[in-house]
T-cell receptor, first 111, second 115 residues
Framework: KNQVEQSPQSLIILEGKNCTLQ??????????LRWYKQDTGRGPVSLTI?????NTKSNGRYTATLDADTKQSSLHITASQLSDSASYIC??????????FGTGTRLKVLA | GAGVSQSPSNKVTEKGKDVELRCDPI?????LYWYRQSLGQGLEFLIY????????KSGLPSDRFSAERTGGSVSTLTIQRTQQEDSAVYLC?????????????FGPGTRLTVL
């Protein structure tokens, strides 16, 4: 069964600290992996996309890694800001149009 | 508009009533997707359109759900005889084409509450 599991379910950190979110998947075939940020009451917004052959991708303070052998990905947030408070969702594209989403990690950044 | 828009933003209805949700994709985007997001659940794929045709309707939960797209633009998702388990946020997304690398741009969603 195609699944995307994220951990932790929720996380609270202090402003300025770093954090790492995890995504494990059992999806086949694998086309690419995206991380999204979803603010409360808004739709998800893409942060990074990685294909099978890529193992790291950065977007400002966000750095995603992918280990296609172990089927694991992580999203590292550096020097967190209050505006980083949101849900972060991992998504695997399988084939051309099958999009399989994890349940997300809810991040809260405190001043 | 610059982004994907959805209406209404909130809908409260009584069990058994029909509801219609609307999505306006980004101009020029040929692909359009509908998802359902329930509390504590990941986004659940419902249906996608390439132009006006829907090659894959397998994600629709039951025959009470239907969707159409006209003119390659606006799409409506209709839920007939709503049930309480239909309560969720319904998200629409569009992309330039149906392709593995094409980014989906999401609308803000319609929060449906069935009493």
């Amino acid at each position: 069964k195609n699944q995307v599991e994220q951990s932790p379910q929720s996380l609270i950190i202090l402003e300025g600290k770093n954090c790492t979110l995890q995504c494990n998947y059992t999806v086949s075939p694998f086309s690419n992996l995206r991380w999204y940020k979803q603010d409360t009451g808004r739709g998800p917004v893409s942060l990074t996309i990685m294909t099978f052959s890529e193992n790291t991708k950065s977007n400002g303070r966000y750095t995603a890694t992918l280990d296609a052998d172990t089927k694991q990905s992580s999203l590292h947030i550096t020097a967190s800001q209050l505006s980083d408070s949101a849900s972060y969702i991992c998504e695997i594209t399988s084939g051309t149009y099958k999009y399989i989403f994890g349940t997300g990690t809810r991040l809260k950044v405190l001043a | 508009g610059a982004g994907v828009s959805q209406s209404p933003s909130n809908k409260v209805t009584e069990k058994g009533k029909d509801v219609e949700l609307r999505c306006d994709p980004i101009s020029g985007h040929t692909a359009l997707y509908w998802y359902r997001q329930s509390l504590g659940q990941g986004l659940e794929f419902l249906i996608y359109f390439q132009g006006n045709s829907a090659p894959d309707k397998s994600g629709l939960p039951s025959d009470r759900f239907s969707a159409e797209r006209t003119g390659g633009s606006v799409s409506t998702l209709t839920i007939q005889r709503t049930q309480q388990e239909d309560s969720a946020v319904y998200l629409c997304a569009s992309s330039r084409t149906v392709g593995r690398a094409d980014e989906q741009f999401f609308g803000p969603g319609t929060r449906l509450t069935v009493l």
